[in-house]
């Protein structure tokens, strides 16, 4: 997939594809479980517990986690947006490479791990079983062709609805301070305003979009990073 023009089109029919009934719903909830296991990890990180996470049919999510401190807290709940940005640009570059097994295990290992010991509904559990079972399918009967396909439009919709739900929450945040979603929390617990944490999810939203977009189009990250930033 080195033709420009090609890599276009595929990536229009996936954005096209998140508006389908159903099955746009199905694949936008790969982007809110990283996003749900982004606040997790900083919430353990940060020396607090994770109690559950459920996975909603609106492509909605929640992680409930206990903190020690105030900073933990704030770490915490800024961690969701940042972590699906990065892991969607760090997926894009694995599809690039070609590494599909390796996307494929690092998936099932995020969704094992979520399903025995963090989420805990109905919902959650129906739809992480149904992946791994996709998965495992495809990847045993060597149907390689929709193994390839098929994580490729979860590493393109991971890429879009990471910026996408970013720049829903800003533009809540503008209308609504108190519907803001993590905006909003990270409002009240720090009293600085919605609209200050809708920018910077946005902003960094917006940052890694290109960066994966750019990457997915053929552009060399690493021999950038090599002679403009190491040099």
């Known amino acids: 997939m080195n033709n420009i023009f090609e890599l276009i089109i595929i990536f229009i029919l996936v954005a096209f594809l998140s508006y389908i009934p159903i099955i746009g719903p199905y694949f ?36 409930i986690t206990s903190h020690r401190g105030f900073i933990g807290r704030v770490f915490t709940l800024l961690a969701g947006y940042p972590t699906a940005s990065v892991f969607s640009v760090a997926y894009i570059f694995a599809l690039t490479e070609g590494w599909y097994t390796y996307i494929a295990m690092t998936l099932a290992v995020i969704l094992v791990y979520n399903v025995i010991f963090w989420v805990r509904n109905i919902i959650g559990w ?22 390839e396909l098929g994580l490729t439009i ?78």
């Open 28 to 63: 936008k909830l790969f982007n809110t479980m990283i996003h749900e296991t982004g606040h997790a990890l900083a919430a353990i990180l940060s020396g607090g517990r994770v109690r559950s996470i459920s996975l909603f049919q609106n492509t909605g999510g929640l992680a």
């Open 126 to 147: 129906v739809w992480i079983v149904s992946v791994l079972a996709g998965l495992y399918f495809l990847y045993t009967n060597q149907y390689w062709t929709s193994f």
């Open 154 to 231: 979860i590493g393109l919709m991971l890429l879009m609805q990471a910026f996408l739900s970013a720049w829903v929450v800003f533009i809540i945040s503008l209308k609504d301070k108190h519907e803001a979603g993590d905006a909003s929390i990270l409002a009240n617990t720090t009293k600085l305003p919605a609209i200050l944490w809708g920018s910077f999810f946005v902003l960094q939203g917006a940052g890694f979009f290109i960066l994966g977009a750019s990457v997915w189009l053929g552009f060399d990250i690493i021999t950038f990073v090599q002679v403009n930033v190491l040099h």
